[in-house]
């Protein structure tokens, strides 16, 4: 662990994430990060106002490396593809911070403004203003689920833990099918099936309009 001889807001951001990838979401508390900074619990008030606005801070952090230059350029569908695959990278990167973000309300304008561009652009391809959160809720949920996953211990699901009685599930554990069953193959299976099933539901809504 770094031995922290300066404190700013940035850095608190820095070892709050620091302490949530080792220790996970539930341990982040302002004690706890007091400790590992060696400053007193008030001292930290001058940097941030609570543990929610340290938790914004943190997602913000995260939010900064995720893409959505594609939405400027690019078709719906393509635009969302590449946002999911930023998305994933984001946060496959830190994992704990999933559970810890997604039972906090998003307060944090980076986080708000992604969304704005997203949604925006959704909307502009013709979605209807009814969809269009739901929509990027629905990749975002399966980006997040794979991003758990793909983190997930190697040996989650072995042929040899699998008894023979579950013949067909056996057989598709076979080592020799290399990464068919992967983590990182079923996000690609479901990515292109979510978006397949987007493409159908657009041009559905666009018949509609017509």
């Keep these: 662990m770094e031995i922290v001889t300066r404190v700013n807001r940035d ?9 949530i990838d080792e220790e996970g979401g539930e341990a982040l508390s302002m004690r706890a990060l007091a400790k590992r900074v060696n400053r007193q619990v ?9 543990r929610g606005d340290l938790i914004e801070a943190v997602r913000a952090r995260i939010v900064e490396e995720i893409d959505t230059t594609a939405f400027l350029a690019e078709p719906w569908d393509a635009a969302l593809e590449a946002w999911a695959r930023s998305y994933l990278a984001a946060f496959a990167a830190h994992p704990n911070v999933i559970l810890l973000l997604a039972t906090t309300p998003i307060r944090d ?19 209807p ?17 794979s991003a ?63």
């Design 11 to 19: 850095q608190l951001v820095t070892t709050a994430l620091e302490l």
């Design 42 to 50: 008030s001292s930290l008030y001058n940097h941030v106002e609570s």
């Design 129 to 145: 203003v009814g969809d269009a959160v739901a929509v990027m809720r629905t990749v975002e949920a399966h980006v997040l689920g």
């Design 148 to 210: 758990i996953d793909i983190v997930a211990p190697g040996d989650l699901l072995e042929q040899g833990s699998v008894p023979p009685e579950h013949a067909a599930f056996r057989a598709a554990l076979d080592p020799s099918l290399g990464d068919a069953f992967g983590a990182r193959r079923a996000f690609e299976i479901g990515l292109a099936a979510l978006l397949a099933g987007l493409r159908v539901r657009h041009a559905a809504a666009a018949g509609l309009r017509g």
């Design 109 to 127: 304008v980076s986080t708000l403004g992604m969304y704005d561009r997203v949604v925006g652009a959704l909307v502009e391809a013709g979605w």
